[in-house]
């Protein structure tokens, strides 16, 4: 039997017999992982709590014939107990976890990016420095960008040109006034340029912006990802590319 270890992030896990639960963790060398926990389930289990969804966990697996076996795990932090007392927070990081679990397609498949994006969001979460939106929405906008998504922001998605009129989800970003389709998105100048600050990590910037400009950005991306997470996912490729 082969044994390794890496460091990951439990994306979610289910039940497994009587006493077991099948993990999925997104692990910094590996990639997604879906390994067996033995005995979890029980009482006395010595790592069942350093297996549950939002620890970040040092991990020693042993590779089995279909699902590898976790035989050792420790706490690097603990996500889920920070962010299980503060509602927002929590289902901002339920979030993370789910669209990382998705935009990570293969198992095995190399996704050290997209960890470090998700390790990053959870502990910019749990140290309550941001607001959770805007926290969970530059996670979203940087995942998509290492998936190969990144909306065009400054200039016209289909025809590069510099005047910008509207968002356009099918377009993928903004577009100019002789681009833009027939039922775009008009938003306010500021939300734009919101996204731009959240996606380039510019929390200066994001903290600073006001509260309609967050909810029409809010609305942008979360429409923006639901759009890529449907259409664009049978042609994501396994490899990371650089966000644009
Ligand atoms: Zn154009």
Same mark, same amino acid.
């Given at each position: 039997?082969?044994?390794?270890?890496?460091?990951g992030?439990v994306l979610r896990t289910q039940k497994l017999g009587e006493a077991d639960r099948i993990v999925t963790v997104?692990?910094?060398?590996?990639?997604?992982i879906r390994a067996v926990a033995k005995g979890v389930r029980r009482?006395?289990s010595r790592f069942g709590a350093r297996l549950e969804p939002?620890t970040?966990v040092?991990l020693q697996l042993h590779?089995g014939?279909?699902l590898d076996v976790v035989t050792q795990a420790e706490t690097?932090?603990?996500?889920?107990?920070?962010?299980?007392?503060?509602?927002?927070?929590?289902?901002?990081?339920?979030?993370?976890?789910?669209?990382?679990?998705?935009?990570?397609?293969?198992?095995?498949?190399?996704?050290?990016?997209?960890?470090?994006?998700?390790?990053?969001?959870?502990?910019?979460?749990?140290?309550?420095?941001?607001?959770?939106?805007?926290?969970?929405?530059?996670?979203?906008?940087?995942?998509?960008?290492?998936?190969?998504?990144?909306?065009?922001?400054?200039?016209?998605?289909?025809?590069?040109?510099?005047?910008?009129?509207?968002?356009?989800?099918?377009?993928?970003?903004?577009?100019?006034? &002789?681009?833009?389709? =027939?039922?775009?998105?008009?938003?306010?100048? /500021?939300?734009? *340029? !919101?996204?731009? @600050?959240? %996606?380039?990590?510019?929390? &200066?910037?994001?903290? =600073?912006?006001?509260?309609?400009?967050?909810? /029409?950005?809010? *609305? !942008?991306?979360? @429409?923006? %990802?639901?759009?890529?997470?449907?259409?664009?996912?049978?042609?994501?490729?396994?490899?990371?590319? /650089?966000?644009?």
């Amino acid at each position: 039997m082969s044994l390794y270890r890496d460091e990951g992030v439990v994306l979610r896990t289910q039940k497994l017999g009587e006493a077991d639960r099948i993990v999925t963790v997104l692990a910094k060398r590996t990639g997604k992982i879906r390994a067996v926990a033995k005995g979890v389930r029980r009482t006395t289990s010595r790592f069942g709590a350093r297996l549950e969804p939002f620890t970040h966990v040092d991990l020693q697996l042993h590779t089995g014939r279909t699902l590898d076996v976790v035989t050792q795990a420790e706490t690097i932090r603990p996500y889920g107990e920070v962010l299980a007392a503060d509602y927002p927070r929590y289902t901002a990081g339920t979030a993370m976890l789910e669209t990382a679990d998705r935009l990570t397609h293969g198992e095995k498949e190399p996704a050290l990016r997209q960890f470090l994006l998700l390790v990053g969001g959870l502990r910019t979460l749990a140290d309550r420095e941001h607001e959770p939106r805007l926290v969970l929405d530059a996670y979203f906008l940087r995942s998509l960008a290492v998936a190969g998504y990144a909306p065009a922001l400054e200039a016209c998605a289909r025809c590069r040109a510099p005047a910008i009129r509207a968002f356009a989800i099918v377009a993928g970003g903004v577009v100019c006034g &002789a681009c833009k389709p =027939a039922g775009s998105a008009v938003p306010a100048g /500021e939300t734009i *340029g !919101l996204m731009t @600050a959240l %996606l380039r990590g510019d929390w &200066a910037a994001a903290d =600073a912006s006001d509260q309609r400009h967050r909810n /029409e950005c809010s *609305g !942008l991306v979360a @429409a923006y %990802l639901q759009w890529h997470l449907e259409h664009g996912i049978r042609s994501l490729r396994h490899v990371e590319r /650089e966000p644009v």
